[in-house]
């Protein structure tokens, strides 16, 4: 596991998306794991950046997001393909057929997760799966609990998940309370794995990286992997 402490969040956006960017060019029909919320904002813009000065091709890549809301459409403004489309997708030259996120809207969550599994399975596995961390551990929508999920599941969001992304909603209540996410081994099979982190994530990256694998800090599980690269950084 590298880990590399950056001087502010800025510096830090530009160091993972160089490290993405260097995936593109080593291998142009890569697979790319993406995670939404506030930590790869600023990634997705240094990309779009290279992207736009010439420097990055994403006609060839393809991508598959770690998780969505359950009961929102993607044109649903909270939804998360609405996210990655406004972030990143409608930013750059990527096949918007070569996107991909779990289906909100689907009629049977259960069912969606198992079509979801075989997707990323069908394209080969992820080269670089991009994370960030929440409050509690979580990595996904994988939260604590006393077993690690092997697979894409339907999943019950904690009180404080629900309550922490409340700031992009109107409404607490207008937060959903359920998601499709990647399982733990979903996201373990990846090729190379980059986890950021921001100043305020200092205290639960260190017990994830340092303490005791358990299923109640879900990020722990990351010391088990081959190919981790974490970046922090000391201010906001």
Known sequence: ????ETKNYQKLS??????????????PRCVLGLATGSSPIGTYEKLVEAYQAGRLDFSQVRTVNLDEY????????QSYRYFMDKHLFSQVNILRENTHLPNGAA???EEESRRYEALVESLGGVDLQLLGIGHNGHIGFNE?????PP?????????STIQANSRLFD??????T??????????????????????????????????????????????????????????G
């Open 1 to 4: 596991m590298r880990i590399i």
């Open 14 to 27: 530009a160091l993972a998306a160089d490290l993405i960017g260097a995936q593109l060019l080593l291998k």
């Open 70 to 77: 359950c009961g929102l459409s993607g044109e649903n403004p």
């Open 107 to 109: 009629a049977d969550p």
């Open 144 to 148: 604590p609990t006393d077993s690690f």
């Open 151 to 159: 697979v894409v599941h339907p999943v019950e969001l904690t009180e």
């Open 171 to 176: 409404r607490i209540e207008d937060v959903p």
């Open 178 to 235: 359920k998601a499709i996410t990647m399982g733990i081994g979903t996201i373990l099979k990846a090729d190379k794995i980059l986890l950021i982190a921001g100043a305020d994530k200092r205290a639960i990256l260190e017990e994830a990286l340092t303490g005791k694998v358990t299923p109640w800090v879900p990020a722990s599980v990351l010391q088990l992997h081959r190919d981790v690269t974490v970046i922090t950084c000391r201010e």
